[in-house]
């Protein structure tokens, strides 16, 4: 069982690919089926932004413990151009691309911890974080 996947992120097929990656690992360390459909939903909105605003990037999965908690740690990170305004891109609804606006604010609500850090010209990560039995 590999409890660590690094993946790269470079079209609509590594979406998939990546939320079918964290998915298993989630179902692999015994999620409910609920949150790992969270968590694979989490992903795929993440590597969407991605391929949409960057064109690559790499996704990180990885199970963690945390003294008696298990749970599951993912990175997406790209060198695109970054966000100018994280404050405004993580409002529900809001979208630079037409699109409805639930990528960075769907992923924040879905999962229990949440990071993200962007320079403009530099790239974005994102860090995100559930808990098995998360009070």
């Not at 409890?3 to 692999?28: F, N, V």
């Not at 949409?52 to 003294?67: H, M, Q, S």
């Not at 604010?105 to 039995?133: C, P, Q, Y």
């Amino acid at each position: 069982m590999n409890l660590k996947q690094t993946l790269p992120i470079t079209s609509e097929y590594d979406i998939i690919t990546a939320r079918q990656a964290a998915r298993e690992i989630a179902r692999q360390i015994g999620f409910n089926t609920v949150d790992q459909v969270r968590i694979a939903t989490a992903v795929s909105e993440l590597t969407r932004n991605v391929v949409l605003y960057a064109g690559f990037g790499k996704v990180d999965i990885e199970v963690v413990t945390r003294g008696e908690r298990q749970g599951i740690e993912i990175t997406v990170s790209d060198q695109g151009p970054g966000i100018a305004d994280i404050e405004l891109a993580l409002r529900d609804g809001y979208s630079s691309s037409n699109g409805l606006g639930a990528g960075l604010s769907g992923a924040r609500r879905l999962m229990d911890t949440f990071f993200i850090e962007s320079r403009v010209g530099h790239g974005t990560i994102v860090r995100i974080g559930k808990w098995k039995n998360w009070k």
